[in-house]
Structures are given as C-alpha cells and as structure tokens.
C-alpha cells in the first residue's frame, strides 16, 4: 500500500525553540529532540541559570548548535524581550514548545490581587500567544513546522484549590491550539498540545506537599506519578512524521487518573 510520508519516528526538521527549557519537562525534551536528530536550539530560561548552562553544554557536546536567552514571561517586558531576542537570533524555527508555566502561587478567590492574575496569565497563556506570533511566519515562509503547548489536567478539573486561574489559563492554552489549527494548518504547520497530569517535578516541589501527592498517587490507576521523560516523548511524537495527521488536539497523559 502506497504511502505518502514515512511510517515512522523520522522529522522534517532542523531547529527547535524552546520555552523554560532550564528544568523539567522543557530540558527533557530538548535532550528526547536532540536524540530525535534536532541539531539547531533556540533555549529559553528565567531564574535557573546553572540548569540552562548544563544543558546547554551537554547538547553543544552532541554537536548541537545552542543559543540561549532569558526572560521572565510573567511580565510584559520579558515576553517583548525574548521576542526581541528570537529576531535578532533570526533563525527559521522548524519546532516551537512552548512549555514556560507555572502556578506562579497558590491562592483562594479572596486573596487574588489583579497583579497575581496577570502574571499567571502572562506566563501561561500570553507568553506563548505572543512566541507563537514571532515564530509562525518563519515555519510559513517555509511551508511547514510543528508547534507544542502544554495545557494541563488542570484544565480538565478546574483545578487543585487554589489553582483556579492557572487552570483557566491551561484550558485556554487547549483552546488556543484548536484555533490556530484553522489558520496554520493550511499553511503546512500542525499545532497540538500536550497536558500532562502529575508530574514528580520542581514544579511540584515548589507548590505542592506530601498529602497532596499522595491523594493524586492513590487516584492514579497507573500507581505512579508521571515524570519529566514521559511528557517530552509525546512531544517529540507529536513534531515526528509519525503524527503527522495530528492537528488541534490535547494529548492527555495522567497514568489514567483523568480520562476523556
Ligand atoms: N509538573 C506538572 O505536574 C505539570 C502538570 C501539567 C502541566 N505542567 C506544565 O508543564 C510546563 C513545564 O513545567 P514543569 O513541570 O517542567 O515545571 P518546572 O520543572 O518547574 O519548569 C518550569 C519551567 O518554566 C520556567 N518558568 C517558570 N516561571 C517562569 C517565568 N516567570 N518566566 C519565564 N519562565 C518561567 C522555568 O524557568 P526557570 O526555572 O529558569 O526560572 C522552567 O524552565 C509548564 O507549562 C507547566 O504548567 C506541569
């Protein structure tokens, strides 16, 4: 049976960007893209200098090409300068993650102050509005790319208390890349995203405890929490010929504890 594209793992790419790349699932998944033959990064980092400089030197080490730029994207001016920083650099990017997040901090209706707000929805759903806006033309002018955000299973349940606007702002990250489906998938560029449950992280060491973890561990079929590889596989999945009929959708992984 004839086909149009090969059956397999293969990419049609060169460089990828990267978004909070310095830990976590976003260092994890330039290391599976590097595997993956990805030679070109574009890396993004905020606070986390030593992790971003590590990973840097490992992948420079497989004989990748790495540039790197720091911006806190909770504030307007880090999302112009990392921007900024993306044209000056003026690379074609093939793959865009765009996986910077965070709870930024939990809290109850009565404690929010609009500042609070504003950084969560910078960080989380402007900052990769906004990249996604500085990137798209160059994977147009080359007639394709793949792009990734991360949602969360927050966005599914509403979140844990105090973690109602970060899950508004993971749902409307869902939202997001079922709209640009219709205006970049007509261009060549599939856009998906990825929504992990738990993840045994820093993410989780800085905003969660031991209860918490382990009321999400005993709702989990799987009997784990899931880590940090796992999500950057489906991300490298995602940008690999092998999806490549994959467009809008928000891939769930949670060792079964959410199912759609
Ligand atoms: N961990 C989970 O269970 C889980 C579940 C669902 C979704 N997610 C999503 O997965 C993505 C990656 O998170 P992770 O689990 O890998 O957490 P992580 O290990 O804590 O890494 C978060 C990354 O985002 C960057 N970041 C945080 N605040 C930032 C800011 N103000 N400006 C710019 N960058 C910032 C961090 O940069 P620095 O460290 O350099 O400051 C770091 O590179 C996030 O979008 C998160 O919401 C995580």
Same mark, same amino acid.
């Given at each position: 049976?004839?086909?149009?594209?090969?059956?397999?793992?293969?990419?049609?790419? /060169?460089?990828?960007?990267?978004?909070? #790349?310095?830990?976590?699932?976003?260092?994890?998944?330039?290391?599976?893209?590097?595997?993956?033959?990805?030679?070109?990064?574009?890396?993004?980092?905020?606070?986390?200098?030593?992790?971003?400089?590590? &990973?840097?030197?490992?992948?420079?080490?497989?004989?990748?090409?790495?540039?790197?730029? /720091?911006?806190?994207?909770?504030?307007?001016?880090?999302?112009?300068?990392?921007?900024?920083?993306?044209?000056?650099?003026? /690379?074609?990017?093939?793959?865009?993650?765009?996986?910077?997040?965070?709870?930024?901090?939990?809290?109850?209706?009565?404690?929010?102050?609009?500042?609070?707000?504003?950084?969560?929805?910078?960080?989380?759903?402007?900052?990769?509005?906004?990249?996604?806006?500085?990137?798209?033309?160059?994977?147009?002018?080359?007639?394709?790319?793949?792009?990734?955000? &991360?949602?969360?299973?927050?966005?599914?349940?509403?979140?844990?208390?105090?973690?109602?606007?970060?899950? !508004?702002?993971?749902?409307?990250?869902? #939202?997001?890349?079922?709209?640009?489906?219709?205006? &970049?998938?007509? /261009?060549?560029?599939?856009?998906? !995203?990825?929504?992990?449950?738990?993840?045994?992280?820093?993410?989780?060491?800085?905003?969660?405890?031991?209860?918490? &973890?382990? #009321?999400?561990?005993?709702?989990?079929?799987?009997?784990?929490?899931?880590?940090?590889?796992?999500?950057?596989?489906?991300?490298?999945?995602?940008?690999?010929?092998?999806?490549?009929?994959?467009?809008?959708?928000?891939?769930?992984?949670?060792?079964?504890?959410?199912?759609?």
């Amino acid at each position: 049976m004839a086909q149009t594209e090969p059956n397999n793992l293969s990419f049609n790419a /060169q460089t990828a960007l990267i978004t909070g #790349a310095s830990r976590g699932i976003g260092a994890a998944a330039a290391r599976a893209l590097a595997r993956a033959g990805i030679t070109r990064f574009f890396l993004h980092y905020n606070s986390f200098g030593e992790g971003i400089n590590a &990973l840097a030197a490992e992948l420079r080490a497989a004989g990748c090409d790495v540039t790197l730029a /720091q911006a806190d994207l909770s504030v307007q001016e880090g999302i112009d300068s990392l921007i900024a920083a993306y044209h000056a650099w003026g /690379q074609p990017v093939d793959i865009l993650v765009n996986n910077a997040g965070h709870l930024v901090g939990r809290a109850k209706l009565a404690e929010y102050t609009s500042a609070h707000y504003d950084a969560i929805m910078n960080l989380n759903v402007k900052s990769a509005w906004f990249m996604t806006q500085a990137v798209a033309p160059s994977m147009i002018a080359k007639g394709g790319g793949c792009i990734v955000n &991360l949602s969360s299973i927050a966005a599914r349940t509403g979140g844990g208390v105090g973690a109602t606007i970060y899950a !508004a702002s993971k749902a409307a990250v869902a #939202a997001f890349t079922k709209g640009l489906v219709k205006e &970049l998938a007509p /261009q060549g560029i599939r856009v998906n !995203a990825v929504s992990p449950g738990t993840v045994d992280n820093y993410f989780h060491e800085k905003y969660s405890n031991p209860q918490i &973890l382990n #009321a999400v561990l005993q709702q989990t079929p799987a009997g784990r929490l899931g880590d940090n590889e796992e999500v950057a596989d489906t991300i490298v999945f995602l940008c690999s010929n092998a999806a490549r009929y994959i467009h809008g959708q928000t891939i769930e992984l949670n060792g079964g504890m959410f199912m759609v």
